[in-house]
């Protein structure tokens, strides 16, 4: 073989272009957001509660638009008025479903208990619907360069998913729920957009089950040491599998990150008696979103306007069911 | 970087229109009161928007800052000129938010008024919860809490012997009826006693039948009594019922975060009223004896060989009650008023077998089997 055979692969490999790399930064501080709390808290306290999804809606906005995707910063266009005829719809529905037990345990108690338990099962399926909803609404209030998230209605469908892995899980004492999730996990990204544009995962069942089983055993064996490490791959590995157009999500946050973000929270916490949680948040923002990037090819302008969908209801919902989800 | 002339500001930055997210480059030109969007070019004009309507979101000195009009939502412009925005803010443009310098001083003065509005409910809440229950008539104060009277009902200890000794006890400490105290001996082998809602009063069987005089047990029955006549249970129900909906409509969203409780101080403080209400129980108690001409020493007795409620050489601010060592005190220094023994040898030894015969209940768990 002559010399220019020998060498051609290495011209090959440094002629290729670099993949894009899109990366995310948090820029919040902890002053910044402790004084969003402090004052949050101030104004909650004067009203009574009442001003607690202007609150929410502050705590978010501070977040979110702290955080730098690509060199742009998110904009959240929730609002508190939208929160609180939220509020005010899932206080009705839980009127209904606690009150009418009540009332009619007055008048017969044995339907009154069959109704309470109807109720239960109501708040059961409720879980999965406020999870979607929420996530819905949280979605389509994000945008980035002018264009908003958004995730395509599908409660029902998540509804379905969601009991199945409940069942099964059940029935095999648990074996089935890694991958119940990753299936719960692939709906809702599979349902999320930017734009016009939708994500995807690829995530497949039998490395959901394997990172979960053997994460799960060593955490157990090791007393819990080992649990950061498997969050952390857990993490990662979803991550991973998240695409958007020619672009794959990478998370390099290891366990000894994880371990060092447990650490400050649990002793920051217990050693300012709790006033340090924003800049322990900020902290943590800081740490796992420098980790987060996006490797490859995107058209932003193939990235188009939607209308703008879901109610606040929902995310009123995941949160007095404390099932809510947050940055 | 921004250029500026006598009446015209420039920057670059980019334009987001909302219609897709490719960002075009553009310049930012303020003039004639207006800003001016206009590609790199110069052929497009994609906004003049009067500063009087611009909303400038900078989130830090240096940070990409959003341009918006209230007269065109959905659009932004962006830009990282601080120079330029200071010019726009100069020319009338609001921005977000506040400076750094006045969130600081903002944020304090926040923190004081929480601190100071907690403080005040804390100081207020046990005048008010008292006011409020001793306004509540104590056949209400009953119903409230039905399941109390029928979870001792089936444990309590009633031979007649034992029930007339009580109405003994309970006449000489409460000659005019006033307190409407319902005394019972409940089977339970714990030396103590307790007031519950609507003024019922249990003495435990491990009580009485360890009791060397009936000035033991009129003591520790003066001392309940007391609570009932303040109304310390309500009034307590009352205050953590408020500062529990404080708490969760203030705090709901933050708790979540917070590794240690929120509400430890308020259970510090909760303490610590506690304590002042065992130590106001005592002094009331301890006039009721003397005012039935019965005397202390009882009392102390009973303290001294049970030990009630600790707090000697321990962490006192997490007792329920003072220490027993301050309580002995205040005690012993109680004015002595001998009057004849509040009951009999026959009335004391028919109390002590109140329980005779009863299978004994060593915890509280056993009441409910």
Redesign the interface.
């Known amino acids: 073989m002559g010399l220019m055979q020998e060498v051609a692969p290495y011209a090959v490999y440094r002629m290729a272009p670099p993949i894009p790399r899109l990366e995310v930064r948090y ?3 902890g ?2 957001l ?2 969003v ?6 104004l ?3 009203t ?2 009442i001003y ?1 999804p202007w ?2 809606t502050e ?1 978010r906005k501070y977040l979110w ?2 955080v ?1 995707v690509g ?3 998110l ?1 959240y266009h929730g609002t508190g008025a939208e929160l609180f005829v939220g509020y005010l719809k899932v206080a009705l529905v839980y009127g209904v479903l606690f009150g009418v037990p009540m009332v009619i345990s007055m008048v017969n108690s044995i339907a009154g208990l069959i109704v309470q338990v109807l109720g239960f099962f109501a708040i059961v399926l409720l879980i999965p619907i406020a999870i979607y909803g929420s996530r819905r609404y949280r979605l389509s209030r994000t945008s ?4 908003r998230f958004g995730q395509d209605p599908g409660a029902k469908g998540f509804l379905r998913v969601y009991l199945v892995t409940f069942l099964l899980s059940a029935v095999s004492f648990g074996l089935y729920m890694p991958v119940g999730q990753n299936h719960l996990h692939e709906y809702l990204t599979s349902r999320s957009r ?2 016009s544009e939708r994500f995807a995962y690829d995530g497949s069942d039998s490395d959901a089950w394997r990172i979960v089983f053997v994460g799960m055993l060593l955490s157990m064996v090791t007393l819990g040491i080992y649990y950061p490490w498997y969050m952390a791959e857990f993490a990662r590995f979803r991550v991973s599998h998240t695409i958007f157009q020619g672009a794959r999500g990478q998370l390099d946050l290891t366990g000894g990150d994880v371990w060092k973000i447990l650490l400050v ?2 002793f920051g ?2 050693f300012s ?2 006033i340090a ?1 924003p800049w322990i ?1 900020t902290y943590a923002l800081r740490v796992v979103t420098a980790k987060i990037s996006f490797n490859g090819q995107i058209d ?6 939607r209308p703008v969908e879901g109610g606040a209801a929902a995310d009123d919902l995941a ?1 007095a069911l ?1 099932v809510g989800i947050d940055l | 970087m921004s250029e500026s002339t006598s009446d015209v500001a420039r920057a670059s930055g980019e334009w987001a229109g909302g219609e897709v997210a490719a960002l075009v480059p553009v310049h930012l030109e303020m003039r004639d009161g207006c800003l001016l969007v206009v590609s790199t070019d110069g052929v497009t004009t994609f906004a003049r928007w009067p500063i009087a309507t611009l909303r400038l979101d900078a989130m830090h000195e240096g940070s990409l800052a959003h341009i918006e009009s209230s007269s065109d939502p959905g659009r932004a412009a962006t830009t990282v000129d601080d120079a330029f925005l200071a010019a726009l803010r100069a020319a009338g443009a609001r921005r977000a938010g506040l400076p750094v310098r006045r969130r600081g001083a903002l944020a304090l003065a926040c923190a004081a008024a929480v601190v100071a509005i907690f403080g005040g409910l804390y100081a207020v809440a046990p005048w008010v919860s008292r006011a409020i229950a001793q306004r509540v008539p104590l056949d209400v104060e009953r119903r409230l809490q039905p399941r109390f009277a029928g979870l001792f009902e089936s444990r309590t200890c009633r031979t007649p012997g034992a029930q007339a000794a009580l109405v003994v006890l309970r006449d000489r400490l409460d000659p005019t009826g006033s307190i409407h105290a319902d005394v019972r001996v409940v089977n339970l082998d714990v030396p103590n006693a307790f007031a519950l809602p609507g003024g019922t009063v249990l003495l435990t069987r491990a009580l009485v039948e360890g009791a060397e005089s009936g000035e033991e047990v009129a003591g520790v029955l003066a001392h309940e009594m007391a609570h009932v006549r303040h109304r310390h249970v309500l009034a307590e129900l009352i205050q953590d019922t408020f500062m529990s909906s404080v708490w969760a409509a203030t705090m709901g969203d933050y708790s979540s975060l917070l590794v240690v409780d929120p509400r430890t101080l308020e259970h510090l403080i909760e303490l610590r009223q506690s304590r002042d209400v065992e130590a106001e129980a005592d002094r009331t108690g301890l006039a009721m004896l003397a005012d039935a001409r019965v005397s202390p020493a009882g009392l102390a007795a009973f303290l001294e060989r049970n030990g009630f409620a600790g707090g000697d050489g321990e962490l006192t601010f997490l007792s329920t009650h003072p220490s027993t060592a301050n309580r002995l005190q205040v005690i012993r220094s109680a004015p002595v008023v001998e009057g004849p023994p509040v009951l009999t040898p026959g009335q004391l030894d028919a109390l002590r077998k109140a329980c005779a015969g009863e299978p004994e209940i060593r915890s509280l768990r056993d009441l409910f089997h």
Request: proline share 0%.
């Open positions: 820029m919040g501080t002053g910044g402790f004084f709390a402090i004052k949050n808290l101030l909650t306290l004067i009574l509660g607690s609150a929410r705590r638009q702290n730098e060199g742009q910063r904009r980035l360069r002018g264009v930017y734009g929270a649990v916490t217990i008696l709790g949680v948040t932003y302008a193939r990235v188009e306007q949160s404390d």
